[in-house]
Each structure stands twice: as C-alpha cells, then as structure tokens.
C-alpha cells in the first residue's frame, strides 16, 4: 500500500517557539492532506487540510506547506503552547473511502 | 450540527470472547463511515468502510467482522477475540470522499 511517513517520531519545544511537523507521502496522485492530532487516550482532532492545488494553508497559529515536488508536507505551529502537546499525524486521501495515516510525531512543549 | 458517539470508551476481554463495539452519528445522512485501529505507537490502518446500508468492506483479512443496520450506525463485532485484537478502535465518518474524515472518542480494548 502506500505510504505516509513522518520524519522525527519526536519534538520537543520551548513553550512560545514555533513548532515545525514534517511528513513525506508516497503517492504523487494524492490530492487531499489532513493533518490531526491526537491527544492520549481519545481520537484523533482534525486540524487543517489542504488540498494538491494549493501550497499553503493557514488556519488558527497553524500553517500547512505542500511541496508536491518532493512530496512533502509540513504543519507549523506558532507561539506553541503546553495545550498543543500531542502526536500529531498527517494523513493522505488516495482513491475512494481511503486514508492513510504515518506513525505520527510527538510533539512536548516545555513551559 | 453533527456528532459521532463511539462507546464503550474502555473494554477488557477475555480470549475467546464475543465483542461489539458500536457507532453512531447524528447531524448528517447517509455518511461515509470508518472503523480503524491503532496499536500502540503505531499510525491507523483502515479495518473497514461502509458507503451505504448494508455494504461493507474489508481492507485487511482478521478476526473482525462490521455492519451497518441502520444508515447512521456502524458495529464492529468478533465472534472470539484473539490477544492480537487489543487496541484502540476508532470509528470515523465523512461526508464523501475527500471530505474531512471526523473520528469517535475511541475504544480502548484490551483482550486478556
């Protein structure tokens, strides 16, 4: 299957730095990203999206980059905080009723 | 607006033991509806999705087994669990592909 895979397994930060997030997907078709994140013990919490016709996105402190040359994509985070503590996952939409999730990076911020 | 309700938040099993794990959403028809695990320290993989009534289907041979009675309800079942059922199951819903996928609370299942 393909495959959606995470750089760092983990990050950790100072409280109000910015955080960078990256991720490398495999199929050059995808047209859709989602990035989540996951807090323990409950589900994943959808974040920002992007789609392929676009290279960036920003959403509330957050920032998606889609470099669809080298198959990349990034979630920043501004002015990080201890709430933003998490695993965070993207995800790639390949074909029908299909979501493929990397292993995810936990991201700690420290106060 | 809408909303997905997965339940029980935590089960502990016996081997051989039946399961159900049930979904619900409300706020929307005919959804696109998901069952995935999760191990731990892993990223999801896809169980199974139901576009409709009735229809289901697996994305990976297992123990497991899915339905969909109503349009807006999805069951995760197990005749006899396996120790390598335990995870967490999440159940999610989307409007139409490529549309945000949204996910339950999750099931913390624990096989024994």
């Known amino acids: 299957g393909e495959s959606v895979g995470l750089h760092l397994p983990t990050l950790s930060v100072q409280e109000g730095d910015n955080s960078i997030i990256n991720c490398a997907y495999s199929n050059s078709a995808s047209d859709y990203f989602i990035w989540y994140k996951q807090e323990s013990g409950k589900g994943p919490q959808f974040i920002i999206d992007i789609r392929s016709n676009m290279d960036k996105r920003q959403g509330q402190r957050v920032t998606v980059l889609l470099n669809k040359t080298v198959k990349h994509l990034s979630l920043q985070i501004a002015a990080t905080q201890p709430g933003d503590s998490a695993v965070y996952f993207c995800a790639e939409i390949l074909g029908a009723n299909n979501l493929f999730f990397g292993t995810g990076t936990r991201l700690t911020v420290i106060p | 607006s809408q909303t997905i309700h997965q339940w029980p938040a935590t089960l502990v099993q016996p081997v051989g033991s039946p399961l159900s794990l049930e979904c619900t959403v409300e706020?929307?028809?005919?959804?696109?509806l998901y069952w995935y695990r999760q191990a731990a320290g892993r990223g999801l993989q896809l169980l199974f999705y139901s576009v409709g009534i009735g229809q289901i289907s697996s994305e990976v041979p297992q123990n497991l087994s899915a339905s969909r009675p109503q349009d807006r309800q999805f069951i995760l079942s197990s005749k006899k669990l396996l120790l390598s059922d335990s995870g967490f199951y999440l159940c999610?819903?989307?409007?139409?592909?490529?549309?945000?996928?949204?996910f339950g609370s999750g099931t913390r299942l624990t096989v024994v």
């Open positions: 706020g929307t028809s005919n959804p696109n």
């Open positions: 999610a819903w989307s409007e139409a592909v490529g549309y945000g996928y949204t």
